[in-house]
């Protein structure tokens, strides 16, 4: 890991801090001025460890969404809600090209039966959330949460083709995101909220960043050139 990569890093753990720091004091200046921060410092980091395009492009569409989720206006939070999904369709292009179906395509039949439980679990765990919220979620707002909440869920099962962290994060995002859904059904909520949805959100992009990191090949921020003149083609 390079100088600045571990710089940026530092940064985005400072700014994580300061973010669930003032959600814990309920300093709602320091939390507006800090989570703007944090997934553009992550995606920084990223970049400079080589990432692929595509997760840099999921962590700036989730900045997007804490942007606009720091307003309480219907049509921000449905707008954020936008954003998060276009970066879970990035993190699906993610996983279907660095998990390892792409390379062995025909697992053995132990796994597969692994991977339909699982399957299972997920899908259980999508409809008792959704039985739950139902009753509670505003008219306008059952239909936008049912597809949000369905593409979320595949992230997250499809997140532990890439192994533990990955996988790890995947989950902590469903679980942010149900808290968010939660308050918006008006179901009761745990102590500081916003604390718990912060805390999990930051957990499940670190994990997620650290899991692409891991499976994917690393890419040259400025690629090296060839005894011939040029330089060989970026991914």
Same mark, same amino acid.
């Given at each position: 890991?390079?100088?600045?990569?571990?710089?940026?890093?530092?940064?985005?753990?400072?700014?994580?801090?300061?973010?669930?720091?003032?959600?814990?004091?309920?300093?709602?200046?320091?939390?507006?001025?800090?989570?703007?921060?944090?997934?553009?410092?992550?995606?920084?980091?990223?970049?400079?460890?080589? #990432?692929?395009?595509?997760? @840099?492009?999921? +962590? !700036?569409? &989730?900045?997007? /969404?804490?942007?606009? $989720? =720091? %307003? *309480?206006?219907?049509?921000?939070?449905?707008?954020?809600?936008?954003?998060?999904?276009?970066?879970?369709?990035?993190?699906?292009?993610?996983?279907?090209?660095?998990?390892?179906?792409?390379?062995?395509?025909?697992?053995?039949?132990?796994?597969?039966?692994?991977?339909?439980?699982?399957?299972?679990?997920?899908?259980?765990?999508?409809?008792?959330?959704?039985?739950?919220?139902?009753?509670?979620?505003?008219?306008?707002?059952?239909?936008?949460?049912?597809?949000?909440?369905?593409?979320?869920?595949?992230? #997250?099962?499809?997140?532990? @083709?890439?192994? +533990? !962290?990955? &996988?790890?994060? /995947?989950?902590?995002? $469903? =679980? %942010? *995101?149900?808290?968010?859904?939660?308050?918006?059904?008006?179901?009761?909520?745990?102590?500081?909220?916003?604390?718990?949805?912060?805390?999990?959100?930051?957990?499940?992009?670190?994990?997620?960043?650290?899991?692409?990191?891991?499976?994917?090949?690393?890419?040259?921020?400025?690629?090296?050139?060839?005894?011939?003149?040029?330089?060989?083609?970026?991914?």
């Amino acid at each position: 890991m390079s100088r600045p990569s571990r710089v940026l890093l530092a940064a985005f753990a400072l700014a994580a801090a300061a973010d669930l720091t003032s959600l814990a004091v309920g300093s709602d200046t320091g939390h507006a001025l800090a989570k703007p921060l944090l997934m553009p410092l992550l995606a920084a980091h990223a970049h400079l460890r080589g #990432a692929p395009r595509l997760l @840099t492009a999921a +962590l !700036l569409l &989730g900045w997007a /969404g804490d942007v606009l $989720l =720091l %307003s *309480d206006a219907d049509p921000a939070f449905l707008t954020g809600m936008a954003s998060f999904a276009a970066g879970h369709v990035c993190y699906l292009a993610l996983f279907r090209t660095y998990g390892p179906e792409s390379r062995t395509p025909n697992g053995t039949p132990r796994a597969r039966a692994a991977r339909h439980s699982l399957a299972a679990a997920y899908a259980l765990a999508l409809l008792v959330t959704l039985a739950v919220l139902w009753p509670g979620l505003p008219a306008e707002l059952r239909a936008p949460v049912a597809g949000y909440s369905l593409l979320l869920t595949g992230m #997250a099962y499809r997140a532990t @083709t890439l192994g +533990l !962290l990955a &996988g790890t994060g /995947g989950a902590l995002f $469903l =679980l %942010s *995101d149900t808290l968010i859904a939660t308050g918006v059904a008006n179901l009761p909520q745990l102590p500081n909220p916003d604390l718990w949805i912060m805390l999990t959100y930051i957990a499940a992009q670190s994990l997620l960043t650290a899991g692409v990191l891991a499976a994917a090949p690393r890419t040259a921020t400025h690629p090296p050139v060839t005894s011939s003149g040029s330089a060989p083609a970026a991914r």
